[in-house]
């Protein structure tokens, strides 16, 4: 495990020479598989690869043996279908469970087809049942009742009961084994508890929940408070404020609460207020990662076709965006018809157009961007709303000013006509001003309307900003110069 | 804390009443003040902003005391200066402290400037040493030694050693206080050690880190799993193997490890592999979150100014990458005066012209996308590099195509000239595919050359579309029709 006594700059050589090493021990594997930041080296993806094609079984199985399933999920995603098939027969029974339940969605249903149904009900079992119910989601029909069926009763019953709740919610990412006790119990009696209650308790937890006789939450204590008292204390002494999540919260607000009060793990409570299940903040750092991963794909106009799609999926999930944005393009562009006569009179024009549309664009896209970041973090509500439209407008017109007088000199230096420099320096300020309001009112507006401010305000911001800049520059060109 | 009671409906009519009420619960005021989402609601804001203004000082100090520091750090972003001022001596020292280790960078520096050297120093004792370094970083010169000097010598050290490290960087992250214990000890060895150590230890942990004599980790277990663990049980028994995190390590690197993992706290080791700290998983949810909001920033070209940045700071944070932008949308601009002939024999070519340059450049942006999310995640490296750039080529063709017969029929439907549907349909597979190339390989060299995919990616990849929409069109239009 001691990662900086790796040789890393051995390997490239090494791999090159395509001949085997046998004399590794599995801790110089695991050194030449992971990078200093426990990334997986590309060298050991092509060692993975040339084991496979050489028909080398043994050390294909050594080298995936040396990997922690987290790294074998990477390692997956690294490798073409053909080969995936050949390390899934490497993995035992636990590994695979762990290794599907970290693999992408598209490779996961690809795995869990070559999986006998038997086999993956056997893996789930050893997953909590939050990790297993995410798999299980991902089964077809008959597949799905055939591995429901060949699980242990009670894995299958708390299984079925995750995926009662809905996708995306609290519901879902919660572990219905929990560690409650009531607050009149002392330290001492919690730890006798702990010791004998065994497969109750969920594997790993970090706080305990105290609960009131009708099992509401009432306090939580961390476990190294617990560890830290003395064992007559009683849980009312050491208890804290507890901060609970409702099932129905979605994933998006749970992940605000733990990153806002830096929570460990919370109670998740139903409709009634009583203890249902936890979550823990391990999952939630996927969760946050997944939220900010989405906002970046939506605001570009794209969904994730997933890492091993092919081209037709990933072509189809870049297709919608680019067809309304013809759409919004060409009826732009029929802006620049109304003014033919303008543009033949004056071909100039048709140069320094685009530009105006583009900067008008560029500032649009910047103010949406901190727009969509300061609604996610709720730093952006009712509360300080207007203050921030203003300031934004107030923003464009000077940004409009800079780049009129920048772009305004540098006209006067390429074509020496001032009005054409007056004409394309308030073309600039009105359509940064354009493009400030449009940056902050499209996605306040979808906001409000219950809508994610990340999906689809490009589109809108774009099309007003290439519209207004065409209208602005044109309009005022017909005005001032002709 | 039952957040599911609060009648959130009544409030706002109440506060549109704007009288007092006294007979509020402090259970109820929380409610009030907190959405279910435990976001802060607008309505509240405004509470504590009529309370100041009637200088109504028991009522701004019961509506502030009613909030968990958390809440009052959210509260004063969406406050002004002034009301912000009359906020901070409602705060007792702890909750001062933890309010200022939560504020935005610009918020921070505005309200330390308020706060008497002395009583900063009280406050940040209360501080874990890493959050504490973080706002003595943020004090300038003299004052930063004078509360250096007020604080306890234990503190000031713990301070002065973390700001020993690079900001960013896992040294900043982690606190000095760990949980270790030497692998022959047993279980309630280690129990009674937590019991005796008080302020030796940290306040939360998760884990206890098993060391050899020469104080380098060899493994971890949970605290739960010590606590469900018998007595007698030695830790060798029950310990498990260890992901390590080096001083130096970047921030974004841990927080990858972490996410990868599912780590709830790592040790942090030294050149020498010697154990100096921990990192929790609550301090890189932050980290997470942050990152993800950089790249989205990033990829818009702007950096964040900061919640309460005047319109000033907030032009200057935006009009980097506009000037940027000027320069090359000209350039970019200049290929059409090449053309002026062509343009001014058809005219209709200027209004067809910015189409094939706007398709281009949000083809290529959501080809970076992509790939600067994949980057980050590091499920884009150089094992599976070629076969990416190959996928995204081919899906610039048909993308490409696709587009082509879209706009080729829409323009043989206006101007009715197969000629000029065959210009702008080529120019529209040439774009594509040169948007996709730029989309991917700008980034992925950006990598290969250790400068951040995110940042001026964008600007790049827009020029390179904008130029050769305009250069493929006009070129194609030159040749074809005229």
Redesign the interface.
């Known amino acids: 495990?001691?990662?900086?006594h790796a040789d890393l700059n051995e390997e490239p050589s090494r791999a090159s020479k395509h001949f085997v090493d046998h004399d590794e021990t599995p801790e110089d594997l695991e050194d030449l598989a992971l990078g200093?930041?426990?990334?997986?080296n590309?060298e050991y993806?092509?060692k993975v690869i040339d084991a496979a094609d050489r028909g080398d079984a043994e050390r294909l199985r050594e080298l995936v043996g040396a990997l922690?399933s987290?790294d074998v999920a990477?390692l997956m995603?690294?490798l073409?279908a053909d080969y995936r098939e050949e390390v899934v027969p490497c993995l035992d029974s636990e590994t695979l469970a762990e290794v599907i339940s970290e693999l992408d969605d598209n490779l996961r249903e690809e795995v869990l087809e070559t999986v006998h149904p038997t086999a993956l009900a056997k893996a789930l079992e050893e997953l909590d049942s939050d990790d297993a119910a995410d798999v299980v989601d991902d089964l077809e029909g008959e597949k799905r009742a055939q591995v429901l069926a060949a699980m242990d009763a009670d894995d299958r019953a708390a299984v079925e009961a995750s995926l009662s709740y809905e996708d995306e919610t609290a519901g879902r990412l919660m572990q219905r084994e929990v560690l409650a006790a009531p607050q009149f119990w002392t330290v001492g009696q919690t730890?006798d508890h702990?010791?004998n209650a065994g497969d109750d308790?969920?594997e790993?937890?970090?706080d305990v929940y105290i609960v009131d006789p009708a099992y509401?939450?009432?306090g939580a204590a961390?476990?190294?408070?617990?560890?830290?008292?003395?064992r007559e204390t009683s849980l009312a002494e050491i208890m804290e404020?507890?901060?609970?999540i409702?099932v129905d919260?979605?994933q998006e607000?749970v992940g605000?609460?733990?990153?806002?009060?830096?929570?460990?793990s919370a109670p998740v409570?139903d409709?009634g207020?009583r203890l249902v299940g936890q979550i823990?903040?391990?999952?939630?750092?996927?969760v946050?990662?997944e939220?900010?991963?989405e906002?970046?794909?939506a605001?570009?106009?794209?969904s994730?076709a997933g890492?091993d799609a092919?081209?037709?999926d990933?072509?189809r999930s870049?297709?919608p965006?680019?067809?309304v944005?013809?759409l919004t393009?060409?009826t732009?562009?029929?802006v620049?018809?109304a003014f033919?006569e303008e543009?033949?009179q004056l071909?100039?024009l048709?140069?320094?157009?685009?530009?105006v549309?583009?900067?008008g664009g560029?500032?649009g896209?910047?103010t949406?961007?901190?727009a969509?970041?300061?609604l996610?973090?709720?730093?952006l509500?009712?509360?300080?709303a207007v203050?921030i439209v203003l300031?934004?407008m107030?923003?464009g017109l000077?940004?409009g000013g800079?780049?009129a007088v920048?772009?305004g000199v540098?006209t006067f230096a390429v074509f020496q006509d001032w009005k054409l420099c007056l004409t394309i320096g308030l073309a600039l300020i009105i359509n940064l001003f354009v493009a400030a309001l449009a940056g902050i009112l499209v996605p306040l507006t979808l906001d409000k309307l219950d809508r994610d401010p990340a999906v689809s305000s490009s589109v809108f911001v774009?099309f007003t900003t290439?519209f207004m800049g065409?209208l602005s520059f044109l309009g005022l060109a017909g005005v001032l110069l002709l």
Chains 1, 2 share one sequence.
């Open positions: 495990m001691t990662r900086e200093d930041d426990y990334a997986l590309p993806v092509r922690r987290e990477d995603g690294f073409t730890i702990v010791r308790l969920p790993l937890f970090f509401r939450p009432i961390p476990v190294s408070t617990l560890l830290r008292a003395k404020p507890v901060t609970e409702t919260m979605d607000e605000y609460t733990f990153n806002k009060y830096h929570l460990i409570v409709a207020g823990t903040v391990d999952d939630i750092v996927g946050i990662q939220e900010g991963e906002d970046i794909l605001l570009a106009g794209v994730d890492r092919g081209v037709w990933v072509a870049r297709l965006w680019l067809v944005n013809t393009a060409a732009a562009a029929s620049i018809g033919q543009i033949a071909v100039t048709a140069i320094l157009m685009p530009v549309a583009s900067l560029n500032a896209t910047q949406l961007a901190v969509v970041r300061a996610a973090s709720r730093e509500n009712a509360a300080n203050r300031r934004e107030a923003v000077v940004n800079v780049l920048i772009m540098a774009t290439d065409f």
